[in-house]
């Protein structure tokens, strides 16, 4: 007796697990992107996706699960999991992990390829461009923003939302990411980034911290065709700069 099988793996048989396995591969072998990473157990599959906001999630998640879709409909796979080539929502779950590393995220990084990113501490006596940044926390939304100086003069101001649940620590490091970026496309030859988050400034001191995001801002600033530098200051303790940046950051929230 015989039984012709086109759509999935039968299960039961001592070759489905074999077989399984050779068709999900093509699953495995898929770019889903930079922030998004797949892995088989038995026959289930998990995407763990990760996205520093709710909006960032949900279009980083809607870009992996159409890739997905598009799999289940090259394959037929309209059996028990898939109802008209949809993956089946009673099927679906997800769990949001909150947290400030996730280590499955962190790529290995050869050890001569490792990089820290020094600070000082502010003064008065600094000069040029100097960019302030802040987060902040209020009735539980989070924002950041970040003050460009120049002469003692603001010449520009940024401020952003991050999601609810983001910790005061990658709320600061954003702001330090943000102003990052500033001094990039703005092509400054010379900058000073001044952040009251003495947590996130030893994160970048560190060689042996490897979180992706902390990587990154590594990367802008050794790749960054000038020269920026770090800075430490005390919160709230009169410099205009800071109470500005506080300021833009209140009122991001």
């Given amino acids: 007796m015989s039984k012709v ?6 299960q039961g048989s001592s070759l489905g697990p074999m077989l399984w396995n050779i068709f999900v591969n093509d699953v495995l072998e898929t770019d889903f992107g930079p922030r998004t990473r797949v892995q088989a157990f038995a026959d289930d599959i998990l995407l763990m996706i990760q996205a520093p906001a709710s909006y960032c999630f949900r279009n980083e998640s809607r870009e992996a699960l159409t890739k997905l879709d598009l799999w289940t409909k090259a394959n037929d796979m309209t059996g028990l999991y898939f109802l008209k080539n949809k993956i089946q929502d009673f099927k679906t779950q997800y769990l949001v992990i909150r947290a400030q590393s996730f280590p499955f995220f ?3 990084i050869p050890p001569w390829d490792k990089k820290c990113i020094t600070w000082n501490i502010f003064n008065e006596n600094i000069t040029g461009t100097l ?5 902040s926390r209020m009735n539980n939304k989070v924002g950041g923003a970040y003050v460009v100086y120049n002469n003692n003069f603001e010449i520009s101001h940024h401020m952003f939302r991050l999601s609810d649940h983001a910790t005061v620590f990658t709320d600061d490091l954003m702001a330090v990411n943000a ?22 400034l030893l994160a970048l001191d560190n060689v042996n911290n490897t979180d992706s995001d902390i990587s990154k801002i590594k990367n802008k600033i050794f790749n960054h065709n000038g ?13 205009a700069g800071n109470e500005k940046a506080d300021e833009y950051a209140k009122e991001a929230t």
């Fill in 106 to 108: 962190n790529s290995f």
């Fill in 5 to 10: 099988y086109n759509k999935g793996i039968p």
């Fill in 131 to 135: 960019i302030f940044t802040d987060g």
């Fill in 227 to 239: 020269n920026i530098h770090l800075f430490w200051i005390k919160a709230h303790v009169g410099f």
């Fill in 179 to 200: 102003a990052v970026d500033y001094c990039i496309n703005n092509h400054l030859q010379a900058s000073s980034i001044i952040s009251d988050s003495r947590s996130v």
